[in-house]
């Protein structure tokens, strides 16, 4: 695996998981 496919795919779970975490969010506040 090169540098570049290790960043990409780092950057990529990462905004995967932030994602998940604002839906999360955004679903607990809008019941609260």
Do not use: I, L, P
Not at 15 to 26: K, L, M, N, P
């Amino acid at each position: 695996m090169d540098k570049n496919s290790a960043v990409a795919r780092r950057w990529f779970v990462e905004g995967r998981v932030q994602g998940v975490g604002f839906r999360w969010f955004v679903q607990k506040h809008a019941r609260a």
